[in-house]
């Protein structure tokens, strides 16, 4: 048994501290957001917050997240989740889909310690979650909009 704190709640969890916490997350908690991609860590599709981190949660054993906050899509909030949401439908930025819940999750990662990102930042940033769709021009646009909506 292991306890986690997720999305501002604690949660115990019976699972081997060496599961992937990506598969907590889907299917002991039946949070979804995060996607399966790769199981490496190179396409983000499963990104989540550590401690405001954005890390790929299929390279984080469950028992490594005990004592950490952890954030998922499902938990964002804050102005920079409404700004990054609404910047997200307002640029049509989502194709497929698949890839978005991870693409928020890096771009929220990135307002939170540069609040406003030059095009190389967020080139820099999101290159950390792939997009099948390549709708990378729009994503970048998102996060754009999202840091001057940001802005006091």
Not at 13 to 18: A, K
Request: hydrophobic content about 35%.
């Amino acid at each position: 048994m292991i306890r986690l704190q997720v999305n501002g709640k604690v949660r115990d969890v019976d699972v081997d501290p060496d599961t992937p916490l990506l598969w907590v997350l889907r299917e002991q908690m039946g949070l979804t957001g995060a996607k399966y991609g790769c199981g490496i860590g190179e396409c983000g599709a499963c990104t989540v917050h550590i401690d405001g981190e954005a890390v790929p949660s299929c390279t984080v054993p469950a028992g490594e997240a005990v004592g950490r906050k952890i954030t998922t899509i499902e938990g964002l909030s804050g102005k920079a989740a409404e700004v990054l949401f609404r910047a997200w439908t307002q640029g049509d930025v989502p194709q497929c889909g698949y890839c978005q819940p991870g693409q928020i999750m890096q771009a929220a990662a990135l307002l939170s310690t540069t609040p406003k990102p030059g095009d190389e930042e967020i080139e820099k940033a999101m290159s950390n979650v792939l997009c099948r769709c390549g709708t990378y021009q729009n994503i970048r646009e998102a996060v754009q909009k999202a840091a001057k909506e940001m802005e006091p």
